[in-house]
């Protein structure tokens, strides 16, 4: 189930609101700019398929977001427990940062949770299958995947170069609660 947690950000251990409504949701990010939609994921893609498998199944989705939105590139991020580089793929985008451009993400499998830090207020995001989320370009915010990560994003980019981070240098991101790991990721490590 989505859901949203909203912290003053100064204060990690109790949220001052917490949305587990579709449509609480996506009025609360609305309201700061943050877009969040329901999609539907008609094709069951799982963590670990391939870009081309996962670009191919949803051509048509991307396809109208890029003419309707004027983006350039698009790639996948699909990764399960037993990813070898997870660790690594996890500390990446750990860190609050920006990007110049929106960063706008269709999560068609599993689950990630952004985070994102927006006038005194952290807005804690988990999105799970047919959610689609664009932060808004200059927004500080950081994206974790769990220990464990189980999930398929398509990520669609106005720079032809894709993913850009600005880091801000800032510890706010180590402060605030990681996502746990979400509970296809224990079914499929123990398979």
Same mark, same amino acid.
Request: proline share 5%; net charge negative.
């Given at each position: ?8 950000? =100064? ?6 609101? +917490? ?5 609480? &949701?996506? !009025? ?12 539907? #994921?008609?094709?069951? &893609? ?10 191919? #199944? ?7 977001? @890029? #003419? ?5 590139? +698009? ?12 660790? /690594? ?19 068609? !499998?599993? /689950? ?5 830090? &927006? ?23 950081? *994206?974790? @995947?769990?220990?464990?990560?189980? *999930? ?6 106005? =720079?032809?170069?894709?993913?850009? /981070? ?6 706010? #991101?180590?402060?605030?609660?990681? @996502? ?6 224990? !079914?499929?490590?123990?398979?």
């Amino acid at each position: 189930m989505s859901r949203l947690r909203i912290y003053d950000d =100064n204060q990690h251990d109790n949220p001052v609101a +917490v949305h587990t409504e579709h449509t609480d &949701i996506a !009025a609360a990010l609305n309201a700061v700019g943050v877009r969040f939609e329901a999609w539907e #994921a008609k094709h069951d &893609i799982a963590p670990g398929a391939t870009q081309d498998e996962v670009i191919a #199944a949803y051509r048509e989705d991307i396809d109208r977001l @890029m #003419a309707e939105n004027g983006y350039q590139s +698009v790639d996948v991020i699909s990764l399960k427990p037993d990813n070898p580089d997870r660790a /690594a793929f996890r500390a990446k985008f750990l860190n609050e940062h920006t990007h110049s451009e929106d960063e706008v993400r269709f999560f068609v !499998a599993g /689950a990630g949770q952004f985070t994102l830090h &927006i006038g005194g207020r952290v807005y804690e995001v988990l999105c799970e299958k047919g959610d689609l989320i664009g932060v808004p370009d200059g927004t500080p915010h950081w *994206f974790d @995947m769990s220990e464990s990560p189980y *999930f398929v994003a398509i990520r669609l980019f106005t =720079n032809t170069e894709g993913w850009v /981070a600005s880091f801000t240098g800032k510890d706010i #991101a180590e402060r605030f609660p990681r @996502m746990s790991p979400h509970p296809s990721a224990k !079914a499929s490590s123990a398979a």
